[in-house]
């Protein structure tokens, strides 16, 4: 080992969902929506001026603020952005969770949580989900330096009762409690009428989901104004132009449309709806999702049999061959069309 290496910052790092690119591919393996972005989406970045990119973007990311806290009902001073909520909740876990005690997440939940827990060096504790893949509330009570946890959880689909996040949100004025609500728009609810009533809430969300637009890069968090004051001044001390011109303008024009995003949504609850009956009735079994993917097992043939041939049709979705979860499968919500030929496939697989 070179002498060097002994200052290196050494990570594990995060393992996206693969991107393969098969003309004839049924990809359900990262959440992605499959419907386009609304179209006032292409008409943006259609009428973008590419001389305009001579010139660096607007640090504050003014424009998107103000569409984004006009949307929610909130002050610009409520709403901080960044590229996609990985970025908003790597600023977050950098600003919030500074304390020598253990930030508490699920063992179960977004696999980024303890990557950027390591690379920042944060300590952190998992409090186990139930059997039915549940969090137990009563395991956030407890002394800690930060709390964060998805609702609707990844990769179960699970929600939490708001009643329930109120409670560890109550419970936990010391700390900032993250929630992050990257699939709360496919029938979730969220928490963001409560950051008027708590100062330790911070709430993320994301265009890559709900809104179509995974390609582009756009997540915002809100919460009170000091908390976006200080996620401000870190990215400032990070890097000061982190959203470019084209994800400003494209993500103006998506937040504008709140008639297709409300169509797509319902579309893709619609199929999920019809996707849980279809995958009941071939003995498969899950916890109610309100997401858009289900994290679903087969009571006789082993996921990671099923995940293969599924891949041999090139009909892709998420395996995780990890403890608790390795017999199970998470299965986006494509179109009607995509989830009807990924049924057709298991029924004539499993027969
Ligand atoms: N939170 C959760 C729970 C997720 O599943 C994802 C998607 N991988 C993200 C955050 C990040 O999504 P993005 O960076 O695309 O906004």
Known sequence: MSKWEANVRKVIPYTPGEQPNQPDMIKLNTNENPYPPAPGVEKALKGMDTDTMRLYPDPTAGDLVHAIAQNYGLKDE??????????????????????????????????????????????????????????????????????????????????MPLADVEDIIRHNPEVIVIVDEAYVDFGGQSALPLIEKYDNLLVVQTFSKSRSMAGMRIGF???????????????????????DRTALAAGVAAVEDQAYFEE??????????????????????????????????HKTCPAAELF????????????????????????????????????????????
């Open 221 to 243: 968090a809100c919460g009170n104004e000091k908390l976006i004051k200080f996620l401000n001044d870190v990215k400032y001390s990070f890097n000061s132009y982190t959203m």
């Open 78 to 159: 409520q709403v901080f952005v960044g590229v996609g909520s990985d970025d908003v909740l790597a600023m977050s876990f950098l600003t919030f969770f500074n304390s020598e005690k253990p930030v508490l997440f699920p063992d179960i939940t977004y696999s980024f949580y303890d990557v950027w827990a390591d690379l920042f060096r944060i300590p952190y504790e998992r409090p186990a989900l139930d059997e039915n893949f549940h969090i137990k509330k009563e395991d956030y009570f407890k002394e800690n330096g930060g709390i964060v946890f998805p609702n609707p959880n990844a990769p179960t689909g699970v929600e």
């Open 264 to 297: 797509t949504c319902n579309k893709i609850i619609e199929t999920r709806e019809w996707t849980k009956k279809e995958l009941t009735a071939l003995g498969f079994s899950f916890q109610d999702s309100k997401s858009n993917f289900i994290f679903a097992t």
């Open 308 to 351: 293969e041939a599924l891949r041999e049709q090139h009909i892709y979705v998420r395996y995780f061959p990890k403890d608790r979860i390795d017999n199970f499968l998470r299965i986006t919500i494509g179109t009607k069309e995509e989830m009807q030929k990924f049924i057709d496939f298991l029924k004539d697989y499993l027969k």
